[in-house]
């Protein structure tokens, strides 16, 4: 089986240790890189600043993306990460505390997989989170890896 990874983009503290918890205990917390920005995010995907050397190609199997961030808000790292062609298919996950109507709707127009919004109490933040793990680790087939093209 090829190597999967989540990366988790969350600004909020105390959401990124309750998912990082829900996918220990369900026993998917082996490769999760955790950003906390949107410029970040796009620097992790692109392999640009901090992450330079990263091998672009080596993509996380699924992006859990925060809405309200830092720097660059979640619909515009969608949008981008859309818009090139290394990352077009690659399952994003909006995972925000957000459930305004125009978020959900421009989160499925920029091409979002699933939009979940996160529930307030821990057990069942902790449910949810396990269950999206499990679905986009386990069970779901992603897309092939694009080839890349000479330029």
């Not at 890189?33 to 392999?47: S, T």
């Not at 996950?93 to 307030?120: C, F, H, M, Q, W």
Request: net charge negative; aromatic share 6%; proline share 5%.
């Amino acid at each position: 089986m090829e190597h999967r990874s989540i990366l988790l983009v969350e600004d909020n503290s105390k959401d990124e240790i309750l998912t990082l918890r829900a996918l220990e205990k369900c026993n998917l917390a082996n490769d999760i890189v955790v950003v906390r920005d949107g410029a970040e995010a796009l620097d992790y995907l692109f392999a640009k600043g901090d992450f330079a050397g990263r091998d672009v190609g080596d993509l996380p199997t699924v992006v859990l993306l925060d809405l309200k961030l830092p720097k660059i808000d979640g619909l515009e790292v969608l949008r981008q990460i859309r818009a090139d062609e290394r990352t077009r298919r690659l399952p994003v996950v909006i995972l925000t505390s957000s459930d305004e109507e125009k978020d959900i709707i421009a989160g499925y127009e920029l091409g979002a997989n699933s939009y979940v919004r996160k529930p307030v109490a821990f057990g069942n933040f902790s449910k949810a989170v396990a269950e999206l793990g499990r679905y986009w680790l386990i069970t779901n087939e992603p897309p092939p890896k694009a080839k890349s093209r000479s330029k």
